[in-house]
């Protein structure tokens, strides 16, 4: 056979699978077929060609850590992101206040979306997770935020951006409907640290799940929750309700899986998706209780006007 360049080959001659104009003595080692030098690839054994190398990445399962994410050094974009619209919430509130401290003062948003108990149960549901972007002042604005970049960079990494997100928001959530149970119904109560403390408790429960001590984070929630006691205006519930919140989350991903021995990667994560699911459930029934006791009292006559909160109640 005389090919188009004039070279003569023998018939006999296997030629590369890939470019059948070349004639060639190698063999990928893992299929057999032969491949040119171009075409093959160093190999722990032999020489793979490039569609066995191709198959051989799509059969390698990645890596995940204990939360099912896929294990590598990837930005903490929702970690970021939160920031971000808290950031820019205080922004548009002491815009409208005209005051970086005295930001609740004068500002619509502020007032259109600060949980008060009395308010939420006239119908104004948005109050329940809005307040969680809320804060009184800069000082407790960069206090919340410190503590989310701190605990959320790694806590993302370990349970992948979806699942952080939904603890965080779980969180929130619980601090709000422990507020509306156990706060005064006419209480104005903002702020991240409700989801900051959900955060706390994921750490500590993550940490135990990874073998590695917890005392660290015990003694920053212990020290925590000592301030919320101690210093008149805090909203303890609203702390309390977040860590329990924040740290069923993480036991219902990190633990209840193996608990309920699941078969593989995929059932493993809708359990933990199904025990997520159930503190929403737990959180939305206190709240809709909290609800009911409210509009049944006889001092139930419509919402409150909120202009400047008294008490501030803001979880720190």
Known sequence: MVWHDGRVSNPLTPTCVRHPDRPTGLACTR??????????????VGQHCVDCVRQGQQDVRPVRTVGGARAGAAVPYVTYGLIAVNVLVYVITAAQAGSP???YRGSSVFREFVLVPLLVADGEWWRLLGSGFLHYGAIHLLVNMFALYVVGR?????????RFGCVYLVSLLGGSAAVMALSD???????????VYGLFGAVTVTLIRLRQSPTP??????????????IPGISLWGHLGGLAAGTLSALGILFVPGWLSARDQ??????????????????????????L???????????PAVTA????QAPR
């Open 31 to 44: 299929c057999g077929r032969p491949a040119c030098p171009e075409c093959l690839r160093p190999a722990a």
């Open 101 to 103: 401290m005295d930001n």
């Open 154 to 162: 790694d806590l993302e990494q370990v349970l992948g951006r979806v």
């Open 185 to 195: 119904s006419v209480t104005a109560t903002a702020g991240a640290s409700g989801a």
């Open 217 to 230: 984070m015990l003694v920053v929630i212990g020290v925590n929750v000592l301030i919320s006691f101690s």
């Open 266 to 291: 995929r059932s493993a994560q809708r359990i933990g998706w199904a025990a997520l699911g159930a503190v929403v459930v737990v959180c939305v029934a206190v709240i809709i209780a909290s609800v």
């Open 293 to 303: 006791s409210l509009r049944s009292q006889p001092v139930f006559e419509g919402p």
């Open 309 to 312: 909160p008294t008490p501030v």
